[in-house]
């Protein structure tokens, strides 16, 4: 995080607007924020500084963390994962599906309606927006915290960063598996949905299991599946009805 | 306390009027004094000024100083844009209701000096951000003059257009859009701090409200025109030229090594809002 960029030229592409103004103000400001961090922990909370941790990926570590994410067998992503958790996936993945479960899900919704009745027109409806952030920002923030104040009653150690990297990163396979389910076809659409919701909902539970690394609470672990296989219907059944 | 060189003023005037009487003794030239602010009635000869001063002095002036230096990154976490109060333009300005030398007064100008000055800062600075011009002589120059009136109007405008555009829920529509293009504003540029970027809050959502201009202009054709075919062609065509405007501003802000981290959301951000203004029927 300390990797000054100070160093690196403005760009000086034509034409282009440098960001930087007066770079040689903004290290004397980082270390301003560290020190007051460290006299006062409770400011930590409003300064950017103390966040910067969990965003410090390059763009080749998260495109791997992407692709391992559509692997559901492997079971190893905590351990991808442990040095440097990041809650880039978490915020950027939530809201491309949020965006493309709503506008896709009123183009397949449009579809649909059409091959019923040739005569309807195109509408928007824009509380699928409305619904579809409310519902994937709530199932990815709270789920992972749900699990993580229970598995802290239970006794076993668990890192809520890591969680909401695990959950986050899980619904990649969803925004892939929403630009197919607008081919308007009825039983090929539960077959994405259901083998999507699978493939997510595996890698969430084979995670957490190798994770947790204790048998008796395999109950945790089945819940898991079981709460991702339902945002996966939910999914279907309201935006590509 | 009164001088007696000086204009005579009301005996209740209050200690910084003797600063201002050394700023108008140092510059007799052009003056306009101020009524002082208790029951007033002083016999102060009106010099060359075509308007009546205001019936108060502000006690404390806004601080003379060019706003545009010493940026720090601010911290306020998902703040809303407040809109600026017109800012003093450069030194040398010459307002024709200035007070006190230099910097002019900007409380005692006439309504339509600031709004002119303003309406030229938004257009000085869309020329500068939205049509780069690679042999431009000062690339930053933007960046200095940053406000945020412009990227107000663009995004109210926007709203309002998409508003009218649809045909159900108008007012939804509207507060999807602004609160889409405001949130995104603020977010994208947190997103750039967090990775670690450098980049001045306000300067960055002045940017990226200024490179929205194009998908406005797309926006209003498409309003006007309901081809979905055109809609298509417009709505990419503006998308491109909006990206392309905001580009260099952001990809030069972070470590190469995470320059797609940082431009994949303001990608999405156009694509969704290119989508909005397509899908609205």
């Known amino acids: 995080m300390d990797e000054s960029f100070s160093n690196l030229p403005t760009s000086y592409l034509l034409g282009s607007v440098p960001a930087v103004v007066s770079e040689e103000k903004t290290p004397s400001s980082q270390e301003d924020g560290d020190e007051q961090q460290s006299t006062n922990n409770w400011k930590g909370v409003f300064s950017i500084s103390s966040y910067t941790q969990y965003f410090n990926v390059d763009t080749d570590v998260v495109l791997n963390r992407l692709i391992s994410s559509l692997y559901p067998i492997s079971g190893d992503f905590f351990s991808k994962i442990d040095a440097n958790p990041d809650l880039y996936g978490l915020v950027w993945i939530s809201t491309t599906l949020v965006f493309a479960i709503a506008s896709l899900g009123n183009c397949a919704t449009y579809l649909m309606h059409r091959r019923s009745d040739h005569s309807t027109s195109w509408t928007f409806d824009v509380s699928y927006l409305n619904v579809a952030a409310c519902s994937i920002y709530g199932y990815v923030l709270i789920v992972p915290l749900a699990y993580y104040f229970l598995l802290q009653y239970l006794g076993s150690n668990a890192s809520l960063i890591r969680f909401w990297c695990l959950w986050g990163y899980s619904l990649f396979i969803f925004i892939l598996s929403s630009f197919l389910l607008v081919i308007p076809f009825e039983f090929l659409r539960w077959t994405i949905i259901l083998l999507g919701g699978g493939a997510s909902a595996s890698f969430v539970a084979l995670n957490l299991r190798s994770y947790i690394n204790e048998s008796e609470i395999t109950i945790v672990v089945i819940s898991a599946f079981v709460l991702q296989m339902g945002l996966a219907i939910f999914i279907k059944m309201w935006f590509f009805a | ?281």
């Open chain 2, 1 to 281: 306390m009164s001088h007696s060189d000086t204009i005579p003023l009301h005996s209740t005037s209050q200690s910084d009027i003797d600063e201002i009487e050394n700023l108008i003794n140092s510059n007799p030239s052009s003056v306009l004094p101020a009524r002082p602010p208790s029951p007033p009635r002083a016999s102060i000869p009106i010099s060359s000024a075509p308007i009546p001063p205001p019936a108060f002095i502000p006690s404390n002036l806004p601080a003379p100083t060019n706003p545009k230096t010493a940026p720090v990154p601010s911290v306020s976490s998902a703040a809303p844009k407040p809109p600026l109060p017109p800012r003093p333009s450069g030194p040398g300005g010459n307002i024709s209701a200035s007070g006190f030398g230099s910097p002019p007064n900007t409380l005692t100008e006439p309504v339509w000096d600031t709004v002119k000055r303003d309406l030229s800062r938004i257009v000085s600075n869309l020329k500068l951000v939205v049509f780069p011009n690679p042999f431009r002589e000062d690339p930053g120059k933007a960046l200095r003059d940053w406000d945020l009136w412009g990227p107000f109007f663009f995004i109210v405008f926007l709203g309002l257009t998409l508003s009218w555009s649809a045909s159900v829920k108008k007012s939804e529509v509207f507060a999807v859009a602004f609160a889409l293009l405001a949130a995104g504003a603020v977010i994208l540029t947190l997103n750039v701090l967090l990775l670690g970027g450098h980049i001045i809050f306000f300067q960055s959502l002045s940017l990226l409200g200024y490179c929205l201009f194009p998908l406005d202009i797309g926006a209003l054709i498409c309003m006007l025109k309901d081809n979905v075919l055109v809609k298509v062609v417009v709505v990419a065509v503006t998308l491109a030229w909006s990206s392309w405007a905001a580009y260099p501003f952001m990809s030069s802000a972070v470590n190469p090594r995470r320059k797609a981290l940082a431009l994949y959301p303001v990608l999405l951000m156009y694509v969704s809002v290119g989508f909005l203004i397509i899908a609205i029927d």
